[in-house]
């Protein structure tokens, strides 16, 4: 194998890995949010720290490949994709540690009924599964996979618009509540943050494998809606 298919190699590998961190962040956020459990949201935002070591690390191996090689095509379109998707985990990261944050905020378990209304759980669910996919996505180089993301990321955005009006509403009849109310609409607009990340990375795979730009053309049809 070329060296620099090898070095290729690395970089990917090391995404991956930063990946599979981050989803475990994600992952770990929604037992911390449902359970009201505080350790655990402790431990979600003592481990941003690794995540942000992982950030640096990957831009120091694609600013060392640039100086080693001169890529072109393909090779250079990856290294351009892999330091904005890089840049996106990092974020979604720091996403997961505010969730926390805002879990920590609680004092028991999320009321079913709060739960029930917002919506929250279906969206958790379907960002962490879009989160997974999207990690599919990059490793099977598949582009098409990246392109239904993109369109699954309407549901979130659907599910956060109403949550404003949801949660006022709750708040008006649960004024015992407010404050569990109030950490659920940050987690939600949280959430939401998340599907536009994943977004943003699925379009970097596009570029990546096809070299189509589709980020402005999205951002065209989310001004439509």
């Not at 995404?15 to 655990?40: F, I």
């Not at 239904?148 to 979130?156: E, G, Q, S, V, Y």
Request: proline fraction near 3%; charged fraction near 35%; glycine fraction near 2%.
């Amino acid at each position: 194998m070329p060296h620099i298919d090898v070095e290729l190699d690395k970089l990917k590998a090391k995404l991956l890995e930063m990946w599979d961190l981050v989803e475990y962040q994600l992952q770990s956020g929604r037992e911390a949010m449902l359970q009201a459990d505080q350790e655990l949201a402790k431990q979600i935002i003592k481990r941003d720290r690794k995540v942000n070591q992982f950030d640096v690390k990957i831009d120091r191996m694609c600013e060392n490949f640039f100086a080693l090689f001169t890529p072109v095509a393909v090779d250079l379109r990856m290294v351009l994709a892999v330091l904005k998707i890089n840049a996106n985990l990092e974020r979604i990261g720091d996403t997961a540690e505010g969730i926390a944050r805002f879990a920590k905020k609680l004092d028991a378990p999320v009321s079913a009924p709060l739960l029930e209304m917002t919506k929250v759980l279906p969206m958790y669910d379907e960002a962490i599964a879009m989160f997974a996919d999207c990690r599919v996505a990059f490793k099977d180089n598949d582009p098409a996979l990246a392109k239904t993301l993109i369109k699954r990321d309407r549901a979130l955005d659907k599910i956060y618009r109403k949550s404003d009006g949801i949660v006022t509403k709750y708040m008006a009849d649960n004024p015992e509540r407010i404050s569990e109310a109030l950490a659920i609409l940050s987690i939600i607009k949280k959430i939401e943050r998340v599907g536009d990340q994943v977004t943003n990375i699925a379009e970097e795979i596009i570029f990546y494998r096809e070299a189509k730009v589709v980020k402005h053309k999205q951002d065209k049809k989310k001004k439509k809606d």
